[in-house]
T-cell receptor, first 109, second 112 residues
Framework: RKEVEQDPGPFNVPEGATVAFNCTYSNSASQSFFWYRQDCRKEPKLLMSVYSSGNEDGRFTAQLNRASQYISLLIRDSKLSDSATYLCVVVEYGNKLVFGAGTILRVKS | NAGVTQTPKFRVLKTGQSMTLLCAQD?????MYWYRQDPGMGLRLIHYSVGEGTTAKGEVPDGYNVSRLKKQNFLLGLESAAPSQTSVYFC???????????FGDGTRLSIL
């Protein structure tokens, strides 16, 4: 089993739609969680951290479910500019960062 | 703000050639990392450094060497390039080891 797993997609959604991605992790001692965004042929950029209580940043909401060992990212009112690959990142015990392979989102007009 | 800068951005090598990729950061970060990213896979850690003069192996270190002679620079070397090392290489730095990491814009390396 991979340490961090994501549905590769692609998720094809119309503008204005709400879309959600999940990411599962295998190490129950994982400490920190992040969502990164990566545009085609560009570097990953931090989108948001994921806190235990859940957190929101504009149209983006991140949640953590420790019992089921997954994190989620919800995007409301999708924009064309949201099209990208979304990477889940888990910091395991011992400060080891593990990246998921990413979920592709395509927002179409 | 320069952040993390990688050079070169693109390179084509022949099998057996050597080269060095340079990563420079101006954020005074202690921790620096080299990753490779291949299609359908997450970023995989090659080597990392927890401070000037220190290096350590990551998940896929074979065929690569690194050096951190200055805090701001982290060099990745390929002594004898192989086609399996064709990839996109990203350097990252962070202030502490709990994330997040700041990435350079990548080096696209092709080995023929």
């Amino acid at each position: 089993r991979k340490e961090v797993e994501q549905d590769p997609g692609p998720f094809n959604v119309p503008e204005g739609a709400t879309v959600a991605f999940n990411c599962t992790y295998s190490n129950s001692a994982s400490q920190s969680f992040f969502w990164y965004r990566q545009d085609c042929r560009k570097e990953p950029k931090l989108l948001m951290s994921v806190y235990s209580s859940g957190n929101e940043d504009g149209r983006f909401t991140a949640q953590l479910n420790r019992a089921s060992q997954y994190i989620s990212l919800l995007i409301r009112d999708s924009k064309l500019s949201d099209s990208a690959t979304y990477l889940c990142v888990v910091v395991e015990y011992g400060n080891k960062l593990v990246f998921g392979a990413g979920t592709i989102l395509r927002v179409k007009s | 703000n320069a952040g993390v800068t990688q050079t070169p951005k693109f390179r084509v090598l022949k099998t057996g050639q050597s080269m060095t990729l340079l990563c420079a950061q101006d954020m005074n970060h202690e921790y620096m990392y080299w990753y490779r990213q291949d299609p359908g896979m997450g970023l995989r850690l090659i080597h990392y450094s927890v401070g000037e003069g220190t290096t350590a192996k990551g998940e896929v270190p074979d065929g690569y060497n690194v050096s951190r002679l200055k805090k701001q620079n982290f060099l990745l070397g390929l002594e004898s390039a192989a086609p399996s090392q064709t990839s996109v290489y990203f350097c990252a730095s962070e202030e502490d080891r709990m994330g997040p990491q700041h990435f350079g814009d990548g080096t696209r390396l092709s080995i023929l």
